[in-house]
């Protein structure tokens, strides 16, 4: 097939959970981050992306149609310049992009778009039918995972299903993704709990910066190499409680670095505090047993096992009626196995 061809091709990629957080950077330009981090990849949260070659202009980037603008336009635009440079392909693309879930608040939106583009656009310069054709053509999963990261840290991990380390390395080119557990034999319930979907204030890009101006920051990157140790052996020996422990106390941590950092970034709504508050009161009650943890948004992932997800998510529901009488959305997501392209099922994203 010829490299001109202007076949649209089409990735979904799945957003993913950290249960270990990526949170400030020792490089911001070649993205080397400050910790070793650790995420659960997710199904139903997920971007599908087209990329088509176009015949001139600059790219057209459209979201479900209407065409993209402000900082997603930016970020989008800036990822497909650095992915023509690096790999040497010039031609201008047709880009249309979705999110099966609301952006920008908490449900690491730039992980899977970033992501999607990355898979989508070099599927387009290389016309590559599938993932084995873009291995073939030199692109497996490790270097999209580090040509995904260069337009979002969290995007690396998108690249690969199950429980996925991204490790720092001593340098940035060390860096590293590799696959801990895979989704099919440790299955869980992300249970995400929509609080807003208000777009955050402080854009996660900006506030990374931030953290080395925390007091807090220094213990916590000293006390994350045993963290992560502790969360890999629970997953690896699938020990959820011992797991979720770990979860709930790393995602306060790293809200509490954001909070006392300079600016300050406070993402909880009220709301937010209330469910965990709530959540560990009922959990000690013996009610049932699940787990919090809070991206850089208000909105809470609830992760328990599969077996009790029906239960907790009517719990949550029942407990925290909207003032409208509609139930709290609570959307429920799953242990993924990671990315797709140009798959038969996958329309293109209008
Ligand atoms: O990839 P970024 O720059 O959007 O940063 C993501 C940071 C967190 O979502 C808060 C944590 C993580 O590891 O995903």
Not at 69 to 95: M, N, Q, T, V, Y
Not at 105 to 115: D, E, K, R, V
Not at 245 to 267: D, F, G, K, R
Not at 300 to 308: D, F, G, Q, R, Y
Request: glycine share 8%.
């Amino acid at each position: 097939m010829s490299k001109t061809d202007k076949r649209l091709h089409v990735a979904r990629v799945p957003s993913n959970i950290a249960f270990v957080k990526y949170w400030g950077k020792r490089d911001t330009t070649l993205q080397w981050p400050a910790n070793d981090s650790l995420s659960m990849t997710l199904s139903a949260a997920h971007t599908i992306t087209s990329a088509q070659i176009a015949t001139g202009g600059p790219d057209r980037i459209e979201a479900g149609g209407t065409l993209l603008s402000g900082k997603r336009l930016d970020k989008a635009r800036k990822h497909l310049d650095f992915l023509r440079a690096e790999l040497g392909f010039a031609a201008p693309l047709l880009i249309n992009t979705k999110n099966s879930f609301p952006s920008d608040c908490g449900i690491a939106s730039s992980a899977s778009g970033l992501a999607a583009l990355t898979v989508a656009a070099i599927a387009a310069w290389t016309d590559a039918g599938t993932l084995a054709d873009l291995d073939a053509e030199g692109f497996d999963r490790r270097r999209l995972a580090a040509l995904a990261r260069r337009g979002s840290g969290s995007a690396c991990r998108s690249l690969f299903g199950g429980y996925v380390a991204w490790q720092a390395g001593g340098s940035p080119a060390e860096q590293s993704v590799r696959v801990v557990r895979d989704a099919e034999s440790m299955p869980l319930v992300d249970l995400i709990v929509i609080v807003s979907t208000a777009a955050k204030t402080h854009g996660s890009t900006e506030a990374h910066q931030t953290a080395w101006s925390s007091p807090l920051f220094a213990p916590r990157l000293a006390g994350l190499p045993e963290r992560f140790a502790r969360v890999e052996s629970a997953i690896k020996r699938g020990d959820f409680s011992a797991l979720g422990h770990e979860i709930e106390t790393e995602a306060l941590e790293m809200h509490a670095v954001m909070m006392s950092s300079t600016p300050s970034a406070n993402y909880f709504a009220p709301q937010t505090s209330e469910i965990t508050a709530w959540l560990r009161r009922e959990r000690l009650r013996g009610e049932f047993e699940a787990y919090f943890t809070i991206d850089a948004g208000p909105n809470l992932h609830v992760i328990c096992e599969p077996k009790a997800a029906d239960y907790v998510a009517s719990r949550i529901q029942a407990a925290f009626p909207t003032q409208s009488g509609a139930p709290l959305e609570v959307l429920r997501d799953h242990t993924g196995s990671g990315p797709v392209l140009n798959a038969l099922n996958l329309d293109e994203p209008r």
